[in-house]
């Protein structure tokens, strides 16, 4: 039933740009924190970013001033605007949904990875 879809990863040069969507469906779109994740090649996966109704729009530390992401609650789709990409951003990102945003270890919903890749 729980459908989280993530697609736009691809290769491209650093300095360039990609945008991510993630559509979702099975479940109350406006109920969830939504966000991304990110895992390297033999690194841990770390939250990118994440919207939630209650604690607003956050990054980490490192793609601060270089990602955006929003949601469009009426089409259950959410995006993430990357700009001025570098090699360390080379990861697989998933889109994920969790009620509880975030806030513990648990994650409800999961997405399939897109691969970026970010080429020097």
């Known amino acids: 039933d729980v459908q989280l879809q993530a697609s736009g990863g691809g290769l491209v040069q650093a300095g360039g740009s990609l945008r991510l969507s993630c559509v979702g469906s099975g479940f109350t779109f406006e109920d969830y924190a939504i966000g991304w994740f990110r895992q390297a090649p033999g690194k841990e996966r770390e939250r990118v970013s994440c919207i939630s109704k209650h604690t607003g729009t956050s990054y980490t530390e490192s793609v601060k001033g270089r990602f955006t992401t929003f949601s469009d609650n009426a089409r259950k789709t959410m995006y993430l605007e990357m700009n001025d990409l570098k090699p360390e951003d080379t990861a697989v990102y998933y889109c994920?949904?969790?009620?509880?945003?975030?806030?513990?270890?648990?994650?409800?919903?999961w997405g399939q990875g897109t691969l970026v890749t970010v080429s020097s």
């Open positions: 994920a949904g969790d009620r509880n945003g975030f806030r513990t270890s648990v994650v409800d919903y």
